[in-house]
Each structure stands twice: as C-alpha cells, then as structure tokens.
C-alpha cells in the first residue's frame, strides 16, 4: 500500500477532557473520541508516525498510533508540548473537545451535601492548546489544524476561530445535529482561502479523506 506520509510526525488530540471537583466528579462534555481516533488510524495507514494525545473515551487504541492517556486540559497542554519539543512535528490536529473551564479550587475529599444549598464552584479558563500550538516560532508544526464544533452559525464562528486562533485549517461540524458519539459526521473544511463542504458520512470516510487532504499539502509544499 502507498505509504505517502512516511517519515511525517503527527500529534492528535481526541476525546474530551476530564475537570475534577473532587475524588468522585467532574466537569466533562460528550465527546466519544470517534473522529480523533479515526484521523489517527487514517494517518497511520499512510504512514505517518502518529501520537495521540486522548482524554477519556471508550476506545482501543489504533492500530500503529502511539497513546498517551490524559484526564484534565492542563495534562493534555503538557502532553502535547512535550511532543513538539522532543520531534519535529509535521501536522498537528487539535481534534479534542477540551473544556473551556476547570475549577480553581478541587476539593481534596468528595464534598458532602450539606444544609444551605450546593456549593459554590470556582471556574478559571484553560489553557487554549490551538492557540499555543499555532503561534509561529521554530517549534510550530507545519500544518496545524483545529475542529470548531459549532450549534449555530457554523460558518461564521469557524471562519473567526481560524483567524483568532491562528491555525491554518478548521474542520467546522454542526453538534447540534447527531454527532457526539454517532458513528457519522458533516464538516466543512476551511483554510485561510476556501471552504469545502463535506455531506454526512462516516466518521472513518471523513478520516480518509482529511489525510488525503493532508497528503496533497505535503505534495504542494514539501
């Protein structure tokens, strides 16, 4: 099989993240990891050498993709950082549904009902891992791609994320449709200059076809 992103470096991340309060819970949303771990495999399959950073899902592994396992948004940040510091890395897709707040003060025992109501939680930002990972310097991949899951105005808000964020694709997918944890999807994927809708299919065709997108990049700008 044609192998034509041997010797590129990707690092994915995929899944969600994992905010405690507590030993017992936590802030998290429903993302299932599928698309993540599907560009992963469909990367590894031509080739590349794949690192994926994942947060908390139900899945195995694919096959020929190196895991990193990582629960809160901080860890994932870490993670990522680390792999671009020790490769060069080639393509970075920012595939993870991170959560935009994490409570300042986790409780070190679970906390307990109490008369008076709940308690009150604490949230600060996390860090924004696109952003960090898209700012130009020498250890910035060369393609850095992000995901915008949008409920409304998916055009618009991808089309602000790409420029906010400084990435230079997006994958725009409309959540409020059947997404988290379906096996299909619907995106549009937009560079700096175009836009391209893809009809709803399977997570795994979607995969496909990104890395073939990806692999006409490398061929134009090797």
């Known amino acids: 099989a044609a192998r034509p992103l041997s010797g590129r470096k990707v690092v994915i991340t995929a899944g969600p993240t994992f905010e405690a309060i507590d030993p017992v819970r936590g802030l998290t949303n429903r993302s299932s990891g599928k698309q993540g771990y599907a560009i992963a495999q469909a990367l590894a399959d031509l080739g590349a050498e794949v690192t994926l950073v994942s947060g908390p899902v139900f899945l ?3 096959q020929g993709v190196r895991r990193i396992n990582v629960e809160a948004a901080t860890e994932m940040q870490a993670a990522v ?3 671009m510091a020790a490769h060069s890395v080639d393509v970075a897709i920012m595939s993870a549904a991170v959560a935009d707040w994490r409570v300042d003060n986790v409780a070190t025992g679970k906390i307990k009902k109490a008369p008076g109501g ?3 939680l604490h949230l600060i930002e996390n860090p924004d891992i696109l952003a960090a990972v898209s700012k130009s310097g020498p250890l910035r991949p060369k393609l850095v791609i992000g995901f915008a899951a949008e409920t ?3 055009e618009a808000n991808a089309r602000a994320k790409l420029s906010r964020k ?3 694709w997006i994958v725009g997918n409309d959540v409020s449709q059947d997404v988290f944890g379906s096996d299909a999807n ?3 994927l937009f ?3 175009s836009a391209e ?3 709803r299919q399977s997570k795994r065709d979607i995969a496909r076809r990104l890395a073939q997108h990806i692999t006409r990049h490398f061929k134009a700008h090797p």
Do not use: K
């Open 197 to 199: 809708s893809w009809e």
């Open 191 to 193: 560079t700096r200059d």
């Open 118 to 120: 709940a308690p009150a």
């Open 81 to 83: 950082e680390a792999e």
């Open 186 to 188: 619907a995106v549009i």
């Open 166 to 168: 400084g990435c230079d």
């Open 60 to 62: 195995d592994a694919p």
């Open 152 to 154: 409304s105005d998916l």
